[in-house]
């Protein structure tokens, strides 16, 4: 069975599983030329509009499956804990749990970083950087047959982005707070997360409630493995989704973090080197035992989110707190001081 596909077959044991729980969707459908696939999302917990929300989003870029494969895994245990976990229980009843783990089924079909257009979903907002943006990787108009094309100027987003900003919108912009992870691969030694912008260097207006949330988790797991930092120190692009739906939040007057989890995979070619000859192997962790362990150690980081968007109110900083901790981002990742 071929990878999307077996991924659509487990994410429909899942929904079996959950049906009495799980609300599905499917936002769209989308073609790679021979099959059709649906985009679902998945929630559950508190629906009011009062509540706080987590999202979980994966598979943007179709080359980097181990996202998908993190968040099925995550989402397969929840389920299987809704039937016994009275605490769990407990906290959806005061938040709301999003998932979007296969964004762009196409493009993984095919085995491509774009969707079946050829679009890197990734570049195609509406979001134009008034900064030099970096040669191609920053988004290009110039041919579908390069990567990081933005798709045809002056067009609607394709369906994979309408999609995701469809649910994003309805589930968590409806909010007051609201917190994401979208789980890449491909990017380095270290595993990081990344906050906006990536079309500015300018700091996002949120600095101040990342760098508390930061701080909760490095004092609640001294010894993650993560670096936090804005996008923007490593390169800038046009296009990005979340910078597209910050502005969004901005407008309604929300508090939305939107955080991308890019997986260090360098480490998995270096301890298999012979992975760098297949273009799946740069992206992924190819031996099952290592597939695992990437899958499990994430959990932590993945419950935690769960746990701080459900008691924002807890650790939100305000007033002096929340200055000083803008202060502090602002010289740590911007070099003010
Ligand atoms: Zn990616």
């Known amino acids: 069975m071929s990878a999307v596909l077996s991924m659509l077959h487990e994410l429909d044991r899942i929904i079996e599983q959950g049906a009495a729980r799980l609300e599905v969707r499917t936002v769209r459908e989308v073609s790679d030329g021979k099959h059709t696939f649906p985009i679902y999302s998945l929630c559950l917990g508190n629906p009011s509009r ?13 080359l980097e499956r181990i996202g998908t494969h993190v ?7 929840l389920v299987e804990r809704l039937r016994w976990d009275d605490e769990l229980n407990h906290q959806l009843a005061e938040v709301r749990f999003v998932f979007m783990p296969l964004v762009n089924p196409a493009g ?54 309408e999609a995701l900003c469809e649910v994003v919108r309805a589930e968590l912009l409806s909010r007051p707070f609201s917190v994401t992870l979208d789980c890449h691969s491909g990017f380095g030694m270290r595993d990081r997360i990344w906050f906006p912008h990536a079309h500015t260097r300018l700091p996002f ?40 739906l910050c502005a969004r939040a901005a407008h309604l007057g929300r508090v939305f973090l939107p955080l991308t989890l890019e997986m260090g995979s360098w480490r998995w070619v270096r301890k298999s080197p012979r992975q760098v000859l297949s273009r799946l192997g740069i992206f992924n962790p190819l031996p099952p035992d290592r597939l695992r362990r ?44």
């Not at 050829?118 to 030099?132: I, K, T």
């Not at 650790?315 to 202060?327: D, F, I, K, N, V």
């Open 294 to 337: 990437v899958q499990r150690n994430h959990l932590p980081w993945l419950n935690f989110l769960c746990r701080a968007a459900q008691t924002y109110r807890d650790w939100l900083p305000a007033g002096e707190e929340r200055a000083q901790h803008e202060r502090t981002g602002l010289a740590s990742w911007f070099g003010a001081s």
């Open 50 to 62: 009062d509540a706080p929300a987590i999202g979980f989003f994966g598979g943007v870029h179709g």
């Open 108 to 161: 993984m079909s095919r085995g491509t970083r774009a969707n079946a257009n050829g679009v890197d979903l990734m570049r195609n907002a509406p979001v134009e950087s008034r900064e030099r943006v970096a040669f191609l990787v920053g988004g290009q108009r110039l041919s579908p047959r390069l990567p990081w094309y933005r798709g045809p100027s002056r067009s609607p987003m394709e369906a994979e982005s």
């Open 205 to 244: 207006a949120h600095l101040a409630e990342v760098h508390a949330l930061m701080a909760l988790f490095s004092q609640t797991c001294p010894d993650h493995p993560y670096l936090f930092e804005p996008q923007s120190r490593h390169y800038l692009a046009h296009g990005d989704l979340w910078d597209f």
């Open 71 to 77: 968040l099925l895994s995550f989402l397969s245990s």
